[in-house]
């Protein structure tokens, strides 16, 4: 029997894009509901698992995509993982360099010329921050694609064990609970990267050197269920969607226990991307995922989700986009009462505050953001436009 499509996918991998430019982009990061903001340390929001969730995601598109060449390695193969690998990680130093050129460019110094406030905004490469979200997917993207086309696939289990295992030791027994610069995390990407090269959050930056190292198994952990999704025929006499539902909601109900028991020795920590946090949010996304295929896939229940399929198809893209206009417009400015403000400014402050409070006028500037992205998005899906990078 072959295995058809699944649609929940798109869909899952869809949300978590929405997810990331509702909470990236609030009216004030002041005035922020609970549930949307990150945990400061220790703990789990529902903020927390939209990246972890994408990374799940990509795991399991790293498996279908591989499998059209049946996983064997060739040099043409191995070409395109490394330059796609390389693109999308040039294109998180871009995002951030044209975040800090806008921000100078919008904000000049005063007594200096046109051409010297010019090369202060375009060097800023003393300040380049070098890990990222976008410089995260593309490593882990990389290591995982090289990973299952060089050993059989029937270790995987055993290297994802070795990595969340040595990684949890390293976190125990070098201080790597710490929210402070004592941390190994810190220690090493500040002598690898320098402070000036990295996020500042007393002295932790959550895309950092180490940390990428229980993120890789985070993704590998998406393509082995991947592999058992699609690399098993289904059974004659019961639906392959159903037997996918059955299979995510068992995982996930034994990987979200795992996790959570394994919290009182080793707490879930986005910014550390502790183990106990890969055990759970991998565990989570199953089980969203497989009661997504109950829904839309057993159930057909398909008109809801249309939203979220337009970002399930080009989500790298529209994240970058929602970079890219995320910066514009915190940068571009037009004329209000009291002078000059930048559009973001306007649409929080002067539309929405003008008859909401600070914090309901934060997040309905977030959904319109949200929207503004899925129009440009509709566009694509329309004509069926799929921009892969």
Known sequence: MKNERILSIDILRGITIAGMLLVNNPGSWGHIYAPL?????????????VFPFFMFIMGISTYLSLSKSGFNSSPALVRKIVRRTLVIFVIGLAIG???????????????IGFFQQLWESVWTFDRQRIPGVMQRLAVCYGCVSLLVLTIRHRYIPHLIVALLLGYGLLLLGCNGFAYDEGNILSIVDRALFTPAHLYRDNGIDPEGLLSTL???????????????LFGSPADEGESY???????????????TLS???LSYGCPLNKKVWSPTFVLTTCGLACSVLGILIWIIDIHGQRRWCRFFE?????PLFLYVLGGVLSILMGTVRIPSGDGWVNIHTWIY??????????????LC???LFVVLNWCIGLQLYKRKIYIKI
């Open 365 to 367: 500037y977030a959904l």
């Open 214 to 228: 229980p993120s890789i198994a985070h993704v590998l952990l998406g393509f082995w269920v991947g592999s058992h």
């Open 259 to 261: 996790g959570f028991l």
């Open 37 to 49: 903001r990150h945990a400061e340390w220790n703990g789990l929001t529902p903020t927390d698992l």
């Open 241 to 255: 969607k159903l037997r996918s539902m059955r299979m995510l909601l068992l995982w996930g109900a034994l990987l």
């Open 349 to 362: 402050r002067d539309l929405f505050g003008s008859f909401l409070d600070e914090t309901t006028a934060s």
């Open 310 to 314: 337009v970002f399930g198809i080009n």
């Open 97 to 111: 360099w044209f975040s800090r050129f806008c921000r100078y460019w919008a904000s000049p110094t005063e007594g």
